[in-house]
């Protein structure tokens, strides 16, 4: 199978359904014109077909390996990381102050979205290292920005976020790392920490680790945490990686997916560390992290469900049961399903990156609402629809999915982990019915105008799909104002088909625009008519659960549910 | 995790949901009385809980391996296979006469999904024994039943079904394995079949393979199909294995899951083989051995549903974030979902078998029509269902649940093959609309008349869910009056979702019967409610995307799903 990263439809998107030309019409992004677009578009896509992709399989057959504390990445993905550094595909969106390209980030999302179709494994290294870069420009100071940054950027050194530990995971606060001031004003960290994606590796001269850890005395919860940079190796005075930290890999887990990236349980002895931002406020920092990943997280559910897509397609061109399978009904339904939801995922994820660089360009209340609600949607969306497609994409090959040697099911192995790292998808769906709605529904309700009336100027070329997409938005619009009347504990009952229910008519909305960009005969408007009609009406079924409530959820017992 | 054996649910849809009373008043199934049903459930359940659960991780670990020609099993399936075999519940269903328990085929179905939540792999092995059987009892000689059944139904020996060739899967007429007539009314058979689940191994001391074959100048297609028995080793004159038959394992499959069942690439090199019914007749036999294995793998999704959903509500009560996880509602949905789907695919698949069993015992058409419809119903559902409740299972671990080592990822893995084997659900949702549906839907029609009769009777107890099962009904109903009025291949277009509308909607019907049972304060009232007002709804997306038809679909060219 030869993947191809989908440029055209990215290209299609940032042009026609989500626009980036108000972005490149700011200041801070004046550089990202169409001519630039296409050529990072074009550079990266080639990229990744011809040199990250062919190490996909590699990295499923020959995992990272833990040899003697240091972790062995599989074979290829040194020279693929190597090429991605070179190319400064790391540092697209980071700041030029430290070598960076200073692009939007919505090209970094269109980027993420390819290299993760191209190799998910592969792109966790540079993904991680992103979330820390952003962290660092925020809220690190200007010596460790110094430092730091210009090595992270330009793929030097990688780094990793090390939150988790065993007895606390969606629970924060719960966490037990320990950091005691040392005369010198660095820290001494110890504790153990769990799930810490490239937590070492061969690819790089450095890992630099920033970890979540407690002070002396700190308030309990999540108002006691603090983030410290913890490198492998101690800068020297040049900033070359001196002496080694007190750290070390303890073990790689053994995973479902994504063989390719190690997995680290790490420990922490006494190790030295940096204060990044105030003491006690790390969870500041923390969020800027991963609201970066989040959406990147998104787009890794996208980018592989498209090659997923992709070898489903080919599979199904070539095999010939009757007659080529893509000719049966029932598989032609399978395939255009799949890519009716990749292309209303990537629209998602696009318009959260748009809305993201205009936030920042702008500083533009509004857009940094609307950043803010897409950024939780873009994340589980994308990545439940990838792990939908991935396993239709498993179905379209029959038997042949089922043997490993397809590669089909390594698309669906890898992918699973996506709704869950990065805050599980439940997490984001609570975060939208929550934070994402204290504004009392505003930043949904301006969405959700907006897409009402580009529906109601849609009705004399789409009188059908115009209409399905607008009465959809006015029963979310419904939905979502019953819902802001209700307390948590029946917004959360109701979090995730709320979410799926948002997702749909988004999904609806963007493929109307692409729709009416093409016209009714085009490619794009029989997709469109795909998504519209066979797909977004489960929302229906969504809102309807969602809102049921929590009530019938707690009349059954935990002891109910044994029975 | 403790697997538990789902024997009070099992006991419950028998009792109250799809009552087997009226088999067990039939003169065939007069031995299935409450007491014999309730001691084969109970020790059926001891055994797949205490013998044949704690193989199960160790099928996975140590998987089946060839050596030297030879197919071992994974440590400990031996001796699980024994217990089974010793127990007679290979046989259960099978006739008296050869050594059965000739029990109704709803027990076996019950077992059936008992033993697959204990162990999928190793239930594999006595489900494609079962299948044979039931071929050879319908279309053997007596000679080859004397020699075969017997053995076959005591565990000594174990049965494969061979139609599967690299060319040849859905389109099972495209297969090119020879038959050659010998001089001695034997069969020369020469060719290569892959998939053969159990195609080999060492839990026996013979395996006999059914194999599907093609005479000299037989007619192209499935017309020119005949069926052989070709034993690995070739019964002496006493009927105690002989010399070797010209047959070999060439290769395993390396598969995502069930990697304790080895699934084998078969050559047979001329090999004797035994004529099974009439020549050319090789379909009708084939289809014996499907419908058994069809609604059995129905119960497999079940079975697997079922350990993921207990291994997960253990992890929920264990894990603490904040609280423990299963006082959270998302969580608390979550868990909730997949027991009710469970509930819902159990009482379909036994429906199922209570159809057949009546069928059988009272050659009713209308029960063998009921029959027939619940089938492919039975298989599609409760295999979509096992994915997705063994996803969730995985989701509600969180980060564990992409570890290895705790087992849920295994659930996922396995099951994902069972919408695949025996019929894709493409291919039984085709059934469905399609053969099942030459009567113009009247099986349907009477079985949609009795879910609304029921609602109607049930309004009173239960005003909203009664109710809801009522509308659902009768716009399934006019759905299904619509489509028999549609061509195939617009009916085709729409199977996939028009079957999982038709499931939902009696999953929706059994849950009411559940709750009309024990009452509405009770957790099957409630659990009923949230089938009912949660999950069922998701019919009318369903439908809505049936009704589509193909157009809309081939609107899209090949080259546009390309683009």
Excluded at 348 to 358: R, T
Aim: glycine share 10%.
């Amino acid at each position: 199978m030869t993947y191809r990263s989908p440029v055209t439809d990215i290209r299609f998107i940032l042009d026609h359904v989500v626009p980036l030309a108000p972005v490149a019409e700011t200041e801070m992004f004046a550089e990202a014109t169409p001519d630039m677009v296409e050529a990072i578009l074009t550079e990266g896509g080639k990229l990744c077909d011809e040199v990250i992709a062919p190490t996909n399989r590699d990295g499923d057959l020959t995992p990272a390996k833990l040899e003697n504390g240091v972790v062995r990445s599989p074979a290829g993905f040194k020279e693929a990381f190597a090429a991605l550094a070179e190319g400064g595909w790391i540092g697209i969106a980071a700041s030029p102050e430290h070598g960076g390209m200073g692009l939007p980030q919505a090209l970094n999302v269109g980027f993420n979205d390819m290299l993760s179709g191209a190799n998910l494994s592969l792109q966790l290294n540079p993904l991680l290292t992103q979330g820390q870069i952003e962290a660092l420009e925020h809220h690190a100071s200007d010596e460790i920005k110094a430092l730091y940054l210009p090595k992270l950027i330009s793929g030097e050194w990688s780094g990793t976020m090390n939150l988790t530990e065993p007895g606390a995971g969606s629970d924060v606060g719960a966490l037990k790392t320990k950091a005691v001031p040392n005369d010198d004003g660095t820290y001494a960290i110890s504790g153990q920490k769990i799930y810490i994606t490239w937590g070492d590796n061969d690819c790089v001269s450095n890992v630099c680790h920033l970890v979540l850890a407690r002070l002396p005395d700190a308030a309990p919860g999540t108002k006691g945490i603090s983030l410290f940079m913890v490198p492998k190796l101690i800068p020297d005075d040049a900033g070359k990686p001196g002496v080694a930290n007190s750290l070390k890999v303890v073990s790689l887990e053994h995973k479902l997916g994504i063989h390719g990236s190690p997995t680290c349980v790490m420990s922490y002895e006494g190790a030295t560390g940096w204060l990044v931002g105030e003491e006690n406020k790390g969870m500041a920092a923390m969020f800027t992290m991963m609201n970066n990943a989040r959406l990147n997280v998104g787009a890794q559910g996208i980018g592989v469900a498209e090659a997923a897509y992709q070898q489903a397609l080919a599979y199904a061109k070539d095999r010939v049961q009757f007659a080529p399978i893509v000719e049966h009904a029932d598989v032609r339904r399978m395939l255009a399903g799949m890519k009716a939801e990749i292309f209303a995922a990537r629209s998602i994820a696009l318009a959260c990156g748009v809305a993201i660089d205009m936030g920042r360009a702008t500083n533009d209340a509004n857009w940094q609402a609307r950043a803010a609600l897409l950024t939780p949607i873009a994340k589980a969306y994308g990545t439940d629809m990838g792990i939908r497609v991935a396993s239709t994409g498993v179905q379209v090959h029959g038997g042949m999915g089922f043997i490993e040697e397809t590669g089909a099911a390594q698309y669906l192995r890898d992918v699973r982990i996506t709704t869950i790292y990065e805050g599980t998808n439940g997490i984001q769906a609570m975060d939208l019915v929550g934070r994402k709605m204290m504004d009392e529904g505003k930043a949904a309700f301006r969405l959700l105008q907006e897409i009402e009336d580009e529906a109601q100027g849609a009705r004399e070329a789409f009188p059908v799909l115009a209409e399905d997409v607008w009465q959809a938005a006015e029963e979310l619009r419904e939905h979502t104002e019953w819902m802001v009347s209700q307390g948590m504990q029946d917004r959360f009952a109701g979090a995730v088909p709320y979410l799926d229910a948002f997702a749909r008519v988004l999904g609806g909305y963007y493929h109307l625009r692409a729709a009416m960009a093409e016209g009714r005969d085009s490619a794009r408007g029989h997709l469109a008519a795909v998504y519209i009609r066979r797909l977004m009406p489960a929302y229906a079924a969504s809102l309807a659960e969602a809102k049921e409530g929590a009530e019938g959820l707690y009349a059954l017992s935990v002891e109910d549910l044994e029975a």
